[in-house]
T-cell receptor
């Protein structure tokens, strides 16, 4: 079953913050986050593993609550380059690369 | 280091035909997985190969098949094409295929079935 992402779309002004949520009904081993710009390949942002760790990467960070099977991606002081579609991918079978991706969140950052 | 290469970039076929898509992973990567991306369904997992063996398979009909060669290059084949098979097919490679390492995606093959 596909994880549920929310919101489906968000429009920001440069410098504003955003949170994208990813929720699964299955027990998870890891959560991946990718960003895809129009006409391009998805690009890796970060992986969160069981243990509830929070990871950061420039002004983009994420958390993973394994008890709730939820992950959140935090975009701080957004830049125009942050525009794109964000996907979370969840791993629940502990048997190799078999990610189940959410439906995506379209983010548009305006000047 | 070269990225993941997928060929062809675009493909137009008619219903009932067969198609083969190719994916060359990053050198040294042994896991190759395939995804179908459509506007309505998002990214759907097709299958994953590791060291020439299919390790995981998604919920797609038997018309979708794949294989991996000893140099880790992978192909996927779709037989008896249907209109609903029109999609962007993405492959992704990773070093060891643990599920806990980042995937490197190719730019995809855009398949249109008429």
């Amino acid at each position: 079953q596909q994880p549920v992402q929310s919101p489906q779309a968000v429009i920001l002004r440069e410098g504003e913050d955003a949170v994208i949520n990813c929720s699964s009904s299955k027990a998870l081993y890891s959560v991946h986050w990718y960003r895809q710009k129009h006409g391009e390949a998805p690009v890796f942002l970060m992986i969160l593993l069981k243990g509830g760790e929070q990871k950061g990467h420039d002004k983009i960070s994420a958390s993973f609550n394994e008890k709730k099977q939820q992950s959140s991606l935090y975009l701080t002081a957004s830049q125009l380059s942050y525009s794109g579609t964000y996907f979370c991918g969840t791993e629940s079978n502990n048997a190799g690369n078999m990610l189940t991706f959410g439906g995506g969140t379209r983010l548009m950052v305006k000047p | 280091k070269a990225g993941v290469t997928q060929t062809p970039r675009y493909l137009i076929k008619t219903r009932g035909q067969q198609v083969t898509l190719s994916c060359s992973p990053i050198s040294g990567h042994r896991s190759v997985s395939w995804y179908q991306q459509t506007p309505g369904q998002g990214l759907q997992f097709l299958f994953e190969y590791f060291s020439e063996t299919q390790r995981n398979k998604g919920n797609f009909p038997g018309r979708f098949s794949g294989r991996q060669f000893s140099n880790s290059r992978s192909e996927m084949n779709v037989s008896t094409l249907e209109l609903g098979d029109s999609a962007l097919y993405l492959c992704a490679s990773s070093l060891a295929g643990t599920g806990r390492e980042k995937l490197f995606f190719g730019s995809g093959t855009q398949l249109s079935v008429l």
